[in-house]
């Protein structure tokens, strides 16, 4: 059971700390995270003079935060099931692979999304 004393600011201050640990863990040791924090870093500012429009400068932004929320999260998949075991389980790798095919997935939109801002 979470501790109950965690309420309030205290609980959102620790709940905050726990995220940078995952961002700063993530930076560490996922070299694809890097990458598209790299590409993130260079596109944001890229949207704001590229964007015509708050909702098109917006909707470009979101698709590259779209894109590290997935990897973080394919990343957790990776580490949970490496924890349970080095062994090749048909349901391990089963989930690392539709984990990857969500990354994906977010990558392909975000072009998607800058193609049709930048061009239609």
């Known amino acids: 059971m979470a501790n109950q004393n965690n309420t309030g600011m205290k609980r959102i201050w620790r709940a905050t700390g726990f995220s940078w640990n995952g961002l700063k863990a993530a930076f560490t040791h996922e070299a694809a995270f890097r990458q598209e924090l ?6 944001a500012p890229l949207a704001f003079y590229l964007g015509n429009t708050s909702l098109q400068i917006a ?14 999260l394919n990343s ?5 099931v490496d924890r349970t075991g080095k062994e090749h ?7 690392k692979d539709v984990a990857s095919a969500a990354v994906f997935l977010s990558l392909v939109n975000a072009v998607v999304v800058w193609i049709i801002i930048l061009i239609l």
Not at 38 to 43: M, P, R
Not at 59 to 72: D, N, R
Not at 76 to 80: M, N, P, Y
Not at 89 to 95: N, W
């Open 38 to 43: 790299f590409a993130f870093v260079i596109l």
């Open 59 to 72: 909707v470009m932004i979101g698709s590259l935060f779209l894109v590290l929320i997935t990897e973080l």
């Open 76 to 80: 957790a998949i990776e580490a949970v």
């Open 89 to 95: 389980h048909e349901l391990a790798g089963r989930a």
